[in-house]
């Protein structure tokens, strides 16, 4: 199971990269997608090879982590939608009022 | 690690860094759209084809059209010659080096590291269906909430920022109809209103 477990920290450490270093709003969803993944990989990881595998939670709980994940996604490019219009801009650095 | 999986691991890989790397947007969510299809094969190798079936439907299908949609919506002409990174790289870079480190030695450290692979275990889309109807009835029926609420949410979020926009394009005209002479400006509001 390591090089599964490898690809999935591969996975999140590059997430959060895009989610610390790019300036792009979008790109920031896109680290934190990738972050999503890379745990639900480990979610069907540890069933395949753990002591239960004729266990459904697992599925179950990637299935739930998948939808959320869509509901995220929606609300939040829908922000950058709206923070588009307000600052003409999807740099995370020209958001920086409360107040717009 | 068989031949196929290095062939996924080095897609994902690939895809993963040149998804956030990459400096046209476009050609970033489309990478993220590759390694999304490939953490499905990856899925379909552990014998999950359901989940596979749902990560195309949802992640390829849906999130990755839906930034690609607001990638376009958001494109204003010429990009502008800054850098894409943000000014502080050094220390971002160090927590992400510390984190993939730390997650390699806790796995490398665990327990379950030679644990072998379960040959049979399979999730039936039958048994996956038994147990949302049975056991996880009520955290369905929430999430289907959650969904409803999340989408609603959204709509009115673009949709209320539409009506701020028409505003502010009315106050432009305003401002366009200074050209004309200032006694018919001030005559033209009322007309508006």
């Not at chain 1, 790019?22 to 680290?31: D, K, Q, S, T, Y």
């Not at chain 1, 922000?79 to 717009?100: E, P, R, W, Y």
């Not at chain 2, 220390?91 to 644990?115: E, Q, R």
């Amino acid at each position: 199971m390591m090089p599964y477990l490898l690809l999935s920290s591969l996975l999140f450490s590059a997430g959060l990269a895009a989610a610390l270093l790019r300036r792009n709003a979008i790109l920031v969803l896109v680290g934190i997608e990738l972050m999503l993944n890379a745990a639900n990989l480990n979610f069907v990881v540890f069933w395949k090879f753990g002591p239960n595998p004729e266990s459904m939670a697992p599925a179950l709980f990637v299935l739930f982590s998948i939808a959320i994940a869509a509901a995220e996604a929606g609300v939040g490019l829908a922000l950058i939608l709206a923070l588009h219009k307000h600052f003409k801009s999807t740099n995370v650095d020209d958001m920086n009022l409360l107040k717009g | 690690m068989s031949f196929d999986l290095a062939i996924l691991a080095l897609l994902i890989g690939v895809s993963a860094i040149a998804a956030i790397t990459l400096r046209d947007l476009v050609h970033c969510v489309l990478c993220l759209a590759v390694t999304f299809a490939s953490l499905a094969a990856v899925y379909l190798r552990l014998g999950a084809e359901f989940l596979a079936f749902s990560q195309v439907l949802v992640y390829v299908g849906a999130v990755a059209i839906l930034a690609l949609f607001v990638v376009l919506l958001t494109r204003t002409g010429e990009p502008r010659a800054e850098s894409r990174f943000s000014p502080q790289v050094m220390i971002p870079l160090a927590v992400c080096a510390f984190v993939f480190t730390g997650l390699a030695a806790a796995a490398w450290s665990s327990s379950l590291k030679d644990s072998p692979e379960a040959v049979g275990a399979s999730m039936k889309l039958k048994d996956v269906g038994r147990e949302l109807m049975t056991s996880y009835v009520l955290p369905l029926e929430v999430l289907g909430l959650l969904l409803t609420a999340a989408l609603i949410g959204a709509a009115i979020l673009a949709k209320a920022d539409d009506g701020e926009d028409d505003e502010v394009t009315d106050l432009g005209e305003s401002q366009g109809q200074q050209q004309r002479p200032m006694v018919a400006t001030t005559h033209s509001d009322p007309k508006h209103d």
